[in-house]
């Protein structure tokens, strides 16, 4: 017998991969969730139906979603992930010496448990004492915080079910007033290819109130078509402008210091998309 | 009914396409030849059962193995294309002024056939005057070159059957003989997640004739992964120092000036895997 993973990535266009065992597959209040042991990139976290993550390539995503960020931050002290229940984003925060504490605002308690259980090398960093977690509605957690964050990175699901708020003018005023004066935001805004609009209207939406917003993308195999977007978003001075460099012994495995600044140098159908 | 064209891109993984209609499905002497009109990338070229490109997102790689070499060229009067058939890259080729000849040498007549039939906007530009078509093996065609070709394009399948020539060490020893003294070549080579052999395998035996040698990368939504790689390498001075910039009205959707230089600045898995 061969079990085989199939997501509809877009209208006629379909994802499959091979899969050894579920290993969970469940109802949760929020969403629908399995973690599927795959042949080509291991163990893989499935939300609503959509690759979130995979053992083999989750380092891409969770280490773009924050270094950039942070080594764009003098002094990241205070760091909130917004979503991100896999764990991921807040053990790349951690690998930051100057972050004292990293909230997690996770709605859906159910992702943490199963990404503890079944990808711990992802979740493992959520029991570092520096780390908080919040149980429920991330708009509604960063409405509680005034000027208390370094950094905020937005890790939420696509704009559909619970994270649709996530994608709204208003979240983003809630995140710039949870951010200190020199803060900095990091939202993932999907596929340049296959959702233009929702990247044209993120990278609108935190360009009307930050004064400084710019697109940077990373190669995910396993998200549709394969490049993702992220938009980062400053209070302060620009970003570009002031990075710093990695310690000796900080380690990655796809972003490097000159991938900093490159990762925001556009193909031109995407610079032209932000343009409009 | 619906018909879906499915293509195993590596073991456990099924990349599919809703298709509308299928144009060409041929077995030529030398493969198997498929144009299918899909939902969401128009027509695309399959041979042996593997994208070549789509009609939506082929300007990325035709105009990423073409420009690169061809803006830092300071004067790329003759170009030869090896492989693709479709005319893709020759179209791009022939976009700059300084190109008095650009000679495709293909293998398979019916690819270029095919290509003219059912993807004009790719294939239209193999009837300019410039262009001299020459169909047989692109290996013995080189060979009958000596310090003719400014630039060499190797636009090749997958190192299977007839291109698994255009990969050898012997092959890459004919362009360096093919190629005037400030020549450049460009070879693709594979994607850095799903063929990291290969792409090591080119870039090392390239390395070793060519004084410089630099692989690059572009996103392409129909490739395994997503991500590709392209290596070029210089008979003549460091590339990356002699860039040009394209003239008033010289158009293309993907690569820009910026991105000439950021597509050489590799995430950290892929510079090491370059390094060992």
Redesign the interface.
């Known amino acids: 017998m061969e079990l085989?993973y199939?997501e509809e990535q877009?209208?006629?266009?379909?994802?499959?991969?091979?899969v050894k065992q579920a290993l969970a597959t469940v109802r949760t209040p929020y969403q629908h969730l399995a973690v599927l042991d795959?042949?080509?990139f291991g163990p893989m976290l499935v939300l609503d139906g959509m690759v979130m993550t995979t053992m083999a390539?989750e380092f891409?995503y969770h280490e773009m979603i924050a270094h950039p960020a942070l080594f764009t931050h003098p002094s990241p002290e205070r760091v909130a992930v917004i979503g991100g229940g896999d764990g991921g984003a807040i053990r790349e925060v951690l690998k930051h010496p100057q972050v004292k504490k990293a909230v997690l605002a996770e709605i859906d308690p159910e992702v943490i448990h199963y990404s503890r259980r079944f990808l711990p090398e992802i979740a493992g960093a959520l029991d570092d004492p520096r780390v908080e977690i919040h149980i429920g509605d991330g708009f509604a957690f960063l409405q509680s915080c005034k000027g208390e964050f370094d950094v905020v990175l937005v890790d939420s699901t696509e704009p559909v079910g619970a994270a649709a708020a996530l994608f709204s003018r208003e979240f983003y005023e809630t995140v710039f007033s949870a951010l200190k004066a020199d803060g900095l935001v990091v939202a993932q805004s999907e596929s340049p290819?296959f959702n233009k609009e929702i990247l044209a209207g993120v990278y609108r939406d935190l360009g009307a109130l930050f004064p400084w917003v710019g697109t940077y993308?990373a190669?995910?195999?396993t998200?549709?078509?394969?490049?993702w977007s992220f938009t980062l978003a400053a209070k302060g001075s620009p970003p570009l402008d002031r990075q710093r460099l990695p310690q000796a012994g900080f380690t990655?495995?796809?972003?490097?210091p000159?991938?900093h600044?490159?990762a925001f140098?556009?193909?031109?159908?995407v610079?032209e998309l932000l343009d409009q």
């Open positions: 085989w199939t877009t209208g006629g266009l379909r994802f499959s991969c091979q795959t042949e080509t390539d891409i290819f993308l190669s995910i195999p998200y549709p078509g394969g490049l990655t495995k796809y972003y490097t000159e991938l600044r490159s140098v556009l193909p031109g159908f610079q």
